[in-house]
């Protein structure tokens, strides 16, 4: 079985500052990572997925994750924000040969200006 | 094109009542998912189906849950008797078969009295 954890439930920065958004995981096989995005009052939408290939990978909205199997982790992150990235972030698992998505607990982007 | 629908897209009900959620799928899209987004949690899955069938059903967290999809297309899950703790986001997602990235719909926020 796989597990996810999001290691900060709330991250606060200001605005044009960068921000990072951890996430491990665990997991006995081979998996895809998922990052996903919830805006206020709206559903799910897919930031970016690492399925193979390069670890570093670049998604919408200038955010990039780095997937880094000896540490299981894929963290999340921007090198400057805006404030209309304030969201709560999903890290998301499933198994190579599976289906279904294991979610972190989510971490919640405050930007300030 | 049209993403996933969900309907409603809020319900209240009394302690006890039986509800019934909708989803309906990207068209040509034969995976479909449900999962349940407790307040302050990540998201939990419950069910999964390809096409009509349900090979993995083990996140329905008890018998009073139960889920079903007509071909490729609608599913309806019902909850029987509701609890309070049953009060939750109900998620829907699709994909393609074999394809690894869902795609969510904008949830049934359900609370129950």
């Known amino acids: 079985a796989q597990s996810v954890t999001q290691l900060d439930s709330q991250v606060p920065v200001f605005e044009e500052a960068p921000v990072e958004l951890r996430c491990n995981y665990s997991?006995?096989?081979?998996?895809?990572l998922f990052w996903y995005v919830q805006y206020p009052n709206q559903g799910l939408q897919l930031l970016l997925k690492y399925l193979s290939g390069s670890t570093l990978v670049k998604g919408i909205n200038g955010f990039e994750a780095e997937f880094n199997k000896s540490q299981t982790s894929f963290h999340l992150r921007k090198p400057s924000v805006h404030i209309s990235d304030t969201a709560e972030y999903f890290c998301?698992?499933?198994?190579?040969?599976?289906?279904?998505?294991?979610f972190g607990a989510g971490t919640i982007l405050r930007v300030k200006s | 094109g049209a993403g996933v629908s969900q309907s409603p897209s809020n319900k209240v009900t009394e302690k006890g009542k039986d509800v019934e959620l909708r989803c309906d799928p990207i068209s040509g899209h034969t995976a479909l998912y449900w999962y349940r987004q407790r307040l302050g949690q990540g998201l939990e899955f419950l069910i999964y189906f390809q096409g009509n069938s349900a090979p993995d059903k083990s996140g329905l967290p008890s018998d009073r849950f139960s889920a079903e999809r007509t071909g490729e297309s609608v599913s309806t899950l019902t909850i029987q008797r509701t609890q309070q703790e049953d009060s939750a986001v109900y998620l829907c997602a699709s994909s393609l078969w074999g394809r690894e990235t869902q795609y969510f719909g904008p949830g049934t926020r359900l609370l129950v009295l």
């Open positions: 997991s006995s096989v081979s998996v895809y």
């Open positions: 998301a698992v499933s198994e190579v040969k599976g289906n279904k998505l294991v």
